[in-house]
Antibody, heavy 119, light 114 residues
Framework: QVHLQESGPGLVMPSDTLSLTCDVS?????????WGWIRQPPGKGLEWIAY???????YYNPSLKSRITMSVDTSKNQVSLNLRSVSAVDTAIYYC????????????WGQGTLVTVSS | QSALTQPASVSGAPGQTITISCTRT?????????VSWYQQHPGKAPKVLIY???SRPSGVSNRFSGSKSGNTASLTISGLQPEDEADYYC??????????????FGGGTKVTVL
């Protein structure tokens, strides 16, 4: 059974870069899956951020594309997300999620990590 | 304005059947055949209930069912139970090809069991 565990700084200063990691256990990053990030501002709905295949194919939310970089580290079985120039609107719970190849839904999610942008 | 529109809230008494709609309002969603539904309890991660409009993952109760008519997908919960009180989100890929796709979520529907 796959387990996804997000980790992040908790608090980030405005205009800084937010860096998140997702440790994957019970499955290999290279096992023909896609790995994504989805966020949820407190009390609000879900927003898809990005997802990628281990070989490098990456897709970003057009509204965030200019500030995002997503990567995978196959040696650590880990997925990462960098979000630059953050502001208060980026305060959210950030979830890591898995999508199987040729399927169109996220079948496994991490518990999420809350990131607050504040000075 | 989301490309997928859901009612903000739906309620029902225990044992009743309720339906949550999810209407495609944007042509950005080229293919509307891959609608999925997620249940989210407070403080928890979302959990998939339905995928590909009407398919149910193993382990999900058959009280949950999905359908689609034209630009509106629907999630039906039959035999409503107290533990069904949660937020429900629909989502769809846009161009829905392996080599190029993005995702949109509906705004979410809060289900209250009276």
């Amino acid at each position: 059974q796959v387990h996804l565990q997000e980790s992040g700084p908790g608090l980030v200063m405005p205009s800084d870069t937010l860096s998140l990691t997702c440790d994957v256990s019970g499955d290999s990053i290279r096992s023909g899956k896609w790995w994504g990030w989805i966020r949820q501002p407190p009390g609000k709905g879900l927003e898809w951020i990005a997802y990628m295949y281990y070989s490098g194919s990456t897709y970003y939310n057009p509204s965030l594309k200019s500030r995002i970089t997503m990567s995978v580290d196959t040696s650590k079985n880990q997925v990462s997300l960098n979000l630059r120039s953050v502001s208060a609107v980026d305060t959210a719970i950030y979830y890591c999620a898995r999508k199987r190849d040729y399927e169109y839904y996220f079948d496994s999610w991490g518990q999420g990590t809350l990131v607050t942008v504040s000075s | 304005q989301s490309a997928l529109t859901q009612p903000a809230s739906v309620s029902g008494a225990p044992g009743q059947t309720i339906t949550i709609s999810c209407t495609r309002t944007s042509s950005d969603i080229v293919t509307y055949n891959y609608v999925s539904w997620y249940q989210q309890h407070p403080g928890k991660a979302p959990k998939v209930l339905i995928y590909d409009v009407s398919s149910r993952p193993s382990g999900v109760s058959n009280r949950f069912s999905g359908s689609k008519s034209g630009n509106t997908a629907s999630l039906t919960i039959s035999g409503l139970q107290p533990e069904d009180e949660a937020d429900y989100y629909c989502t769809s890929c846009t161009s829905c090809t392996r080599s190029s796709t993005t995702w949109v979520f509906g705004g979410g529907t809060k289900v209250t069991v009276l």
